[in-house]
């Protein structure tokens, strides 16, 4: 392997000189300069960075403690990072933390003993900021990014709090007052700046706050998903999710996929972060997008600044966020046929054109008035015969009874013959009629089955 002083030798100049040319630290004559880099390129010599680091006490390199790599949001940071980095002619060392206290330790600690320059971290959520601590008493510079949890580093994240704010305020705004948030861990600067957010929101549009709609774990789908369920399993459930991250989207679509629970028919769905595939589900994603090319660049930005001059004023940086609307929310109004409550039809009766049903309204506000529909579309009852309680399979029916009752949120009996009588959740939320199936159930059985006793008879046509 060629060494500085063969390349010297060859080009007929001095050790320094060539040290020069490959630094930049002085000036030579480009016919000098010209002749040593065709040297240096015929030998193929490499400085030696560890030799130079030890002089110079810098490697030209910086560590990335990130945690879950494989999460997009944090690859566009890294990508981010990386490309700045690799303009400013650093190397990067990348490690994941797993938002593990104890690896995030092990981790820094790593990087140092490896003599980066510096440190880009986005911390965990350990109580004891242990990580934090070895960094400050070693001095090494460092720029925590996403969580910004210590004033005594630079930051670099976004404006959290009205990012979150303006989101649930598209929500609300389209007349929803039961608005769910599905968080990460609630030791997160994230997920509180979020949740402050949202509460900013509802308080400023006077929404009574409902501690139940908040809901917050790990910052896993799986986590999202048991959030969800615990949400819509309310006596009076949300009609509304907001994601406080991608992960928590994700989950949240995922349990009313489980569900059976279309959106945004059924429930309205919005998140916080973008991500490159929200276009591929369906619906289209509402979603906040944080500019994650400009943390990563403004993140190596800040660090070469502090590794530059150690004793600098620190900085914080925060950046706006934008809403990407798309599909996944509709306006609270307009109720819709949810699935049957309560259903004494016998199984396989076919109902054919013309059919005139006698059902029953249940208003909360006017008691039970009766009313009758002429079928257009043939209906069989084999759709929806005994419980539990199954979606309604009729198309036909289901618009029937909207147009009906465009404004209408009650639950709907109807009856085909005598000894014969179904229920019918008519909503804006299907999951808000959950509590009721076990409800109407239980009446159906210890009244053995018969009709419920406060049907009227329908309403005399003037």
């Known amino acids: 392997m060629a060494t500085i002083a063969d390349v010297a030798r060859k080009a007929g100049v001095s050790v320094s000189t060539v040290s020069h040319v490959v630094n930049g630290t002085r000036r030579v004559s480009p016919s000098t300069a010209s002749a040593v880099q065709a040297v240096i390129d015929s030998f193929g010599y490499r400085p030696n960075i560890m030799a130079r680091s030890l002089k110079a006490a810098s490697t030209r390199s910086v560590g990335i403690a990130i945690s879950s790599i494989s999460n997009p949001y944090f690859s566009d940071i890294i990508c981010a990072i990386e490309t700045e980095c690799a303009r400013l002619g650093m190397m990067v060392f990348l490690s994941d933390t797993e938002d593990n206290p104890v690896r995030e330790l092990e981790v820094v600690m790593a990087l140092h003993q490896r003599r980066v ?5 986005a911390p965990s959520a350990d109580p004891e900021r ?55 861990h609630p030791g997160f600067e994230t997920t509180l700046e979020r ?25 896993t789908t799986r986590s999202a998903m048991a959030a969800t369920d615990g949400l819509l399993a309310l006596v ?3 009609t509304a999710l907001v994601g406080g991250n991608n992960q928590a989207t994700i989950g949240i679509m995922k349990a009313l996929r489980a569900r059976g629970l279309r959106v945004p028919k059924d429930i309205s769905v919005v998140g916080f972060d973008d991500f490159e595939w929200a276009d591929c589900f369906e619906p289209r994603l509402t979603l906040v997008a944080q500019p994650c090319v400009e943390i990563g660049r403004r993140a190596a930005f800040l660090l070469m600044e502090r590794i530059a001059a150690p004793q600098g004023v620190r900085r914080a940086i925060q950046l706006d966020a934008s809403i990407i609307e798309r599909e996944s929310q509709l306006t609270s109004d307009g109720p819709k046929v949810a699935a049957v409550i309560y259903n004494r039809l016998a199984e396989g009766i076919e109902l054919g054109l013309d059919t005139t049903l ?33 979606p309604i399979a009729n198309p036909g029916l289901q618009a029937l009874l909207a147009a009906a009752h465009p404004a209408h949120d009650s639950y709907l009996y109807f009856v085909v013959k005598p000894n014969a009588c179904g229920a019918l959740a008519f909503s804006s939320n299907q999951a808000a009629f959950d509590a009721d199936v076990a409800r109407y159930n239980a009446a159906v059985k210890a009244d053995h089955g018969r009709l419920p006793s406060r049907c009227p008879a329908p309403a005399k046509k003037k």
């Open 117 to 121: 320059d510096g440190i880009i971290l």
């Open 130 to 184: 242990r990580a934090l601590a070895y960094l400050r008493d070693a001095r090494l510079p460092c720029v925590l990014v996403d969580r910004m949890r210590d004033a005594e580093f630079d930051q670099v994240g976004v404006k959290n709090r009205e990012a979150m704010r303006k989101l649930v305020e598209h929500v609300a705004a389209l007349g929803h007052d039961r608005i769910g948030y599905v968080g990460g």
């Open 195 to 219: 949740i402050a957010g949202y509460r900013d929101c509802l308080l400023s549009r006077g929404i009574t706050i409902d501690e139940r709609l908040l809901a917050t774990g790990n910052a």
């Open 236 to 238: 009076d459930p949300p």
């Open 358 to 390: 006698l059902y029953y309204l249940h208003d909360p506000k006017g008691g039970l008035t009766g009313h009758d529909l002429t079928l257009k579309t043939p209906y069989n009852t084999r759709n929806h015969y005994g419980l539990p309680p199954t």
